[in-house]
């Protein structure tokens, strides 16, 4: 439906309220560590963006944190402590045709070591709402771990708006 970015915010909001101490004490880490994480993001993007112009390809390349509640729900179902969460940042890297995000896909694990287990192809294995994504895991810069999302422009529309916006735009 388009409306991840709707349910996003109503899980953060309503994670404020049910545990806010909880809240409060990851809000603060996470905060703890934002000037080296933009850094870090704007590193990352400097490089990828280089790499992929090396090789043709020109890209939209952005990081973002991620949200409050997705990294609870991560040490909650996965039994961590928030210092074992490494993937609080995310890149996307938005490209022109399906050819491309597979082209990314191999210029960023021949650059970087792929994460095993942590690669899924939801362009050719689309899930059920019509997303479409190559998402993968590497051993970034510094050793870092870094989780990237790969797709084209129309999936992104997609992605973000839903399918009926799709349908809208077609028509």
């Not at 560590?33 to 890209?59: F, P, S, W």
């Not at 402590?81 to 210029?107: H, K, M, P, S």
């Not at 021949?110 to 998402?135: C, E, R």
């Amino acid at each position: 439906l388009g409306i991840d970015s709707m349910k996003s915010e109503l899980e953060d909001l309503a994670f404020r309220y049910l545990h806010p101490d909880i809240c409060k004490d990851i809000e603060r880490k996470v905060a703890k560590k934002e000037r080296e994480r933009e850094r870090y993001v704007g590193e990352v993007v400097r490089i990828l963006t280089k790499k992929l112009y090396e090789y043709g390809l020109t890209a939209e390349i952005t990081g973002r944190p991620k949200k409050i509640y997705s990294i609870y729900k991560k040490m909650q179902t996965q039994n961590l402590d928030f210092e074992q969460v490494y993937d609080l940042i995310g890149f996307r890297i938005l490209v022109n045709t399906y050819r491309e995000c597979y082209e990314a896909l191999g210029i960023i694990h021949a650059m970087w070591t792929p994460v095993p287990g942590k690669f899924k192809d939801y362009i050719n294995l689309p899930k059920v709402n019509m997303y479409q994504s190559l998402h993968t895991t590497v051993i970034g810069p510094y050793g870092e771990t870094v989780e990237i999302q790969i797709r084209t422009l129309e999936m992104h529309r997609i992605a973000e708006d839903g399918i009926a916006a799709h349908w809208k735009y077609k028509e």
